[in-house]
């Protein structure tokens, strides 16, 4: 039996217009235009590579580097491809 309510939407969430899908908050348009703007939110989520669960267990306490940086020949500053 299902118990779950089923919700039809009659104007867009975003720009208010009359759905021919009843069963999206968004038109066809809309959803698009939102895709596109959450996407560089969503991109930079996955570059950083870094969960909201990893922060809790990060080290609290920073290490200071007394030292002077010699430029490029400085070992902690190659990248290794």
């Given at each position: 039996?299902?118990?779950?309510?089923?919700?039809?939407?009659?104007?867009?969430?975003?720009?208010?217009?009359?759905?021919?899908?009843?069963?999206?908050?968004?038109?066809?348009?809309?959803?698009?235009?939102?895709?596109?703007?959450?996407m560089p939110f969503l991109l930079g989520m996955i570059l950083t590579g870094r969960l909201a669960t990893d922060l809790a267990t990060a080290p609290t306490t920073l290490e200071l580097i007394t030292d002077t940086a010699h430029g490029y020949d400085d070992e902690r500053s190659l990248l290794w491809e």
């Open positions: 039996m299902d118990t779950m309510s089923h919700l039809y939407y009659l104007h867009c969430h975003y720009c208010g217009e009359p759905l021919s899908n009843r069963e999206s908050p968004y038109c066809p348009t809309c959803n698009l235009y939102l895709c596109y703007r959450a």
